[in-house]
């Protein structure tokens, strides 16, 4: 990989992208692009697109693709990205995974990260999943903040999101199989997908993660 890198990251709801993107983009000094986090901030500002997004997250539904599309587009073009970006929740679609190639022409993404974890699993970190309504910090009720359900970090309420009811997870999760599955086999083909090993603890993970990330670097900067 040149300086910076030009990630995707891919897995199931509850695979564990959110946490351990957030700490590669540090690792790797690139934004960590995150459409669902943005989603939930335009909900939260409740905005008229905000209002209308809220109605596809909490039914588990699929933001339309030219909609998501425009605003990838719009964060990508911010400096922050010139250097590289960390995708994460985008693309999710093969017509969205289309429209990134053409929106970083003439390059490439250098990697995409299969975070695999099994499905009985992330079915059982969603359900006791909970999140910061002000950071977006992740607990869970087996490992829940301090004190409270007060965030550790920035002292917001702590709460399960709207969209990780039993209903909602499985029909997003029954989406990732139809739609975004296939992404799997879009950039395999493409010889840039590389799957990591996501059960553990979150600092195994992220040794797995550095490994693969930095093999391609190696092997990207050898050519
Ligand atoms: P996430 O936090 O990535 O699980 O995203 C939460 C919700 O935001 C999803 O269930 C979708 O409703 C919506 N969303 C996030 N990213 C996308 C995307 N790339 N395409 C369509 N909808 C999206």
Not at 9 to 35: C, D, E, M, N, W
Not at 67 to 88: H, K, T, Y
Not at 190 to 201: C, E, F, I, Q, W
Request: proline share 5%; net charge negative.
């Amino acid at each position: 990989m040149a300086s910076g890198a030009r990630l995707v990251i891919l897995g199931k709801q509850g695979a564990g992208k959110g946490t351990q993107s957030v700490r590669l983009s540090h690792y790797l000094a690139v934004p960590h692009i995150s459409t669902g986090d943005m989603l939930r901030a335009a909900v939260k500002a409740g905005t008229e697109f905000g209002q209308l997004a809220k109605s596809y997250m909490d039914s588990g539904e699929l933001i339309p693709d030219d909609v998501i599309m425009g605003i990838v587009e719009d964060r990508l073009a911010e400096p922050d990205a010139s250097r590289g970006f960390l995708l994460d929740g985008f693309p999710r679609t093969a017509i969205q995974a289309e429209a990134l190639d053409e929106m970083i022409k003439p390059h490439l993404i250098d990697l995409a990260i299969d975070l695999d974890v099994p499905t009985e699993l992330v079915l059982k970190r969603l359900s006791s999943r909970r999140v910061c309504q002000t950071c977006g910090a992740n607990y869970s009720l087996e490992a829940p903040p301090k004190l409270n359900w007060t965030c550790d970090l920035c002292g917001g309420e702590v709460v399960q999101r709207p969209d990780d009811t039993e209903v909602a997870i499985r029909r997003r999760l029954d989406l990732y199989d139809k739609a975004t599955a296939p992404l799997i086999e879009f950039y395999s083909q493409r010889n840039l997908l590389v799957s990591v090993d996501g059960v553990g603890t979150p600092d195994e993970v992220m040794e797995r993660l550095v490994a693969v990330v930095n093999k391609a670097r190696y092997s990207r900067s050898a050519q």
